[in-house]
């Protein structure tokens, strides 16, 4: 490795040099810089738990547990200068022992390294937000056998790298990266490189899996929560074109919301169901921030006329922290409870029919404002 002097025109080499040279640990060093900045590994991991102990029967402990964004679990396990002779058997026992871990569980393992680590902080909230999903019931987490091993050291002996080409040709997904440390004076640098598999065969095994989640999803969509959602909007579908025609093209889903138009693009009319609310929104997105929250702040400013003419009290979500914003009138509901599903759609519809009124009387102060 080299460092380039612009100045110069000229480039200078950099010592390699070992982490025992340098007084690096393993859990000390190594496995912080990895815990603290995990897309060094080249993708967008959560890291879940540290040190992990959590196996009946056995008092081992793997470096690093984390998910990867299509939910499956991915064992880190970090060597400094050489990775040993034994780190292949250690990282796929790990993978065995996390196998049979739920969903639930992974959320308590991972409030456990929270409550460490960010006292006060969600699981259920962090994980919600990494896999952009509004319900943990959604959520499809170490499903089957899609656990993953990475292998991180300085050095990796033949016998390590012949075992995982051979694992590899039966399916199991296992990386190796090489990390080396460099130094010239008081400046340190650390490089972290992949090299099994190399990157053209790793792009191959991921679309492997990204298909095999896709069916599992397909899958899903026949069956289960799909199911009851495509049954709930054919229902509420049914009440909301009794009393207007704005839903009357749309057609039930598996996910849960479903959205028209309002007639002026940016502003849909959304419906949205979870295992906790029910709700009819507004919702706010012509693709520009500053234009999204002038359009919410003039109609807050009309707030009062709004809610008159709606005849409710309105919810009003600027979301500064985002792009897009808010209006909606929402309540406790529980959409995969049959039973509860008359009340549900007759108090989602007639909360729509309230807003879209409400809506109505500032369309033309809004297309006033924008292009």
């Not at 490795?1 to 080499?13: F, T």
């Not at 699981?123 to 959520?139: C, G, M, T, Y």
């Not at 292998?151 to 990390?179: D, H, I, P």
């Not at 054919?234 to 039930?252: D, G």
Request: with cysteine.
């Amino acid at each position: 490795m080299y460092r380039i002097d612009r100045s110069a025109n000229a480039i200078s080499s950099l010592q390699e040099r070992s982490f025992s040279s340098l007084g690096f640990r393993e859990r000390d060093h190594l496995q912080e810089w990895i815990a603290k900045n995990p897309s060094i590994l080249g993708e967008d991991l959560l890291i879940i738990q540290k040190e992990f102990a959590g196996f009946s029967d056995t008092h081992e402990r793997l470096d690093l547990l984390a998910l990867d964004k299509q939910g499956a679990l991915v064992i880190i396990e970090n060597k400094l200068d050489d990775a040993g002779k034994d780190v292949t058997w250690q990282a796929l026992k790990y993978a065995s022992y996390c196998s049979g871990l739920s969903r639930d569980g992974i959320r308590t393992i991972f409030q456990e390294y929270l409550t460490k680590t960010e006292p006060g902080a969600s699981a259920e909230e962090r994980l919600l937000e990494f896999f952009e999903v509004d319900d943990f019931q959604d959520l499809r987490l170490n499903q089957g056998v899609t656990q993953r091993l990475v292998l991180v050291a300085a050095r990796f002996r033949k016998e390590v790298t012949s075992t995982v080409l051979w694992l590899m040709n039966y399916g199991v997904r296992l990386q190796c990266f090489r990390a080396t440390v460099y130094s010239q004076e008081e400046d340190l640098f650390l490089s972290v490189d992949q090299i099994i598999p190399t990157k053209e065969a790793e792009e191959y095994m991921i679309g492997l899996a990204v298909k095999a989640q896709d069916e599992i999803v397909g899958a899903e969509a026949q069956a289960g929560r799909h199911t009851l959602r495509l049954k709930f909007w054919a229902r509420l579908l049914a009440v909301m074109n009794e009393k207007n025609s704005t839903f009357a093209n749309i057609s039930p889903q598996k996910f849960n919301w479903i959205s028209a138009g309002s007639g002026m693009r940016g502003l849909g009319l959304n419906f949205s169901a979870t295992r906790t609310y029910g709700r009819a929104e507004i919702y706010i997105d012509r693709g520009d921030r500053d234009e999204n929250k002038l359009i919410f702040d003039t109609l807050l400013a009309n707030g009062d006329e709004m809610e008159r003419l709606a005849g409710a009290e309105i919810e009003w979500e600027r979301l500064d922290e985002k792009r897009s914003s808010r209006l909606k009138i929402e309540r406790k509901a529980n959409v995969f409870d049959e039973d509860s599903w008359d009340e549900m759609t007759a108090f989602m519809t007639d909360a729509m029919v309230r807003l879209e009124r409400a809506l109505d009387s500032q369309m033309d102060r809004i297309r006033g404002l924008v292009r």
